[in-house]
């Protein structure tokens, strides 16, 4: 085995050792997902909380929405903080999910390694040598070069053709052959027998009045190749955000990510009731250290908080290291026992402190929520209060924290 595949193989392991089975809270260890390993946290490191009876709602509330079509989850960024394998998982088992999709190679293996075989989608660039591996590993990759005879030769190795899909740029100008230019590197491809094309895709800018002339632009060059004879497989488009803007770009199958996680991808699609979604993963630790502070103590780098009265306050064992915002402290909230406790002070790489009031009205070891799938603690909630992008409230999560399915 090279020293890259060893490397892959570590890193499959790291990484689905995040995918526990559930247990107790009190007795927090966990074990690796492969291989006879086991590692024990601390009763005080936090840890991400992934409930599978959300993703399942989530999951039927998406079908339900767009008429049954085929989906195609995407998982990418470490499975939008819920763990990559974790996600994975959970998904496979469910029939209306038709295949996952990641971004990075290395995600794509280490789902791979952790046995999940459900069709894998890679929606990132390849050289010729990581084209292969992935085909060998059964993961169709996204194509939009002229990479037909890297395709010509693996598939003479394999004998037989490779599935891929192909990426049409309609205008977000990140990657995908542009539409102006697409209709020569699709018949090249469709015409080689080495090639199986399973699906072509596009994505939205997400600008509304544009992302109707992307869609004109998508299935005119569809329409005029299926003239020539040239079939496009499953036509895909729609991620999270085009589920509550556009039900035209449905097409044949659905590429939602964040949405199956429980998260609105804009706060004003919370208010639309086009779907019910439930938050599938929390952030939690419990509760450090709690003590009372005379009126002038301060607390943070820099004083940064000033009691200006005798109050209690909570030490929690989550900083910025573990993915919590450094701006928390602008008015982000964390549930202790049914109450919701402003985070002050500053955020540091291993701690936040939050102000409980007159009374010590929670204790060490209460459980802390930093979000969640309670009212006023889910993510947008959180990401809302302290002004950041509830994208970078769930993906910044440490990989290294331990996931616990629920």
């Known amino acids: ?27 927090p260890a966990r074990q690796s997902g492969i291989g006879a390993s086991s590692v024990r946290d601390s009763s005080f490191d936090p840890w991400v909380e992934v409930r599978a009876d959300h993703f399942a709602h989530n999951v039927a509330a998406v079908r339900l929405h767009v008429g049954g079509r085929p989906i195609i ?27 996952l999709a990641v971004v990075k190679l290395h ?20 050289d010729e040598r ?13 194509i939009y070069t002229p990479v037909g005879p890297a395709l010509d030769r693996i598939a003479a190795r394999r004998q037989r053709p490779v599935a891929i899909h192909i990426c049409i740029d309609t205008g977000i100008g990140r990657v995908g052959v542009p ?15 080495s090639v199986a094309i399973a699906g072509t895709m596009m994505t939205f800018s997400e600008d509304p009045a544009f992302d109707a002339e992307q869609l004109a632009r998508f299935n005119t060059l569809v329409s005029g190749l299926a003239r020539d004879g040239v079939g496009p497989g499953l036509r895909h488009a729609a991620s999270s955000f085009a589920l509550f803007q556009r039900p035209d770009g449905f097409l044949d199958a659905v590429r939602p990510g964040m949405a199956l996680f429980g998260v609105y991808p804009e706060p004003e699609f919370r208010k639309l009731g086009v779907l019910d979604l439930r938050p599938a993963l929390a952030l939690k630790a419990r509760v450090a250290y709690v003590k009372r502070l005379g009126r002038g103590d301060s607390a943070g780098y820099n004083r940064a908080y000033i009691a200006r009265r005798d109050v209690w306050v909570a030490t929690l064992p989550v900083g910025h290291a573990d993915g919590w915002p450094r701006v928390a402290a602008k008015g982000a909230r964390v549930a202790i026992n049914g109450s919701l406790y402003p985070v002050v002070a500053t955020v540091s790489a291993s701690h936040t402190i939050v102000e409980i009031g007159d009374r010590p009205e929670v204790a060490t070891g209460d459980v802390a929520t930093f979000f969640g799938w309670t009212e006023g603690g889910r993510p947008e909630d959180v990401a809302a209060a302290c002004g950041v992008s509830v994208y970078d409230l769930t993906m910044h999560l440490n990989p290294l924290l331990p996931r616990r399915v629920v």
């Open 73 to 99: 989850a995407v998982i990418k960024n470490n499975g939008y903080g819920a763990g990559a394998v974790t996600a994975g998982r959970i998904l496979e088992s469910m029939p209306a999910v038709a295949a």
């Open 179 to 193: 539409f102006r230019e697409a209709g020569p590197l699709v018949r090249d491809l469709a015409g080689r027998r």
């Open 107 to 126: 995600e794509a293996l280490v789902l791979r390694e952790a046995g999940i075989a459900k069709p894998i989608l890679l929606m990132g660039t390849l």
């Open 1 to 27: 085995m090279t020293t890259r595949r060893r490397a892959l193989r570590a890193m499959a392991v790291a990484a689905a050792a995040a995918a526990v089975p559930a247990h107790s809270i009190a007795a």
């Open 130 to 142: 990581d084209l292969e591996e992935a085909v060998e590993r059964g993961i169709a990759p996204m």
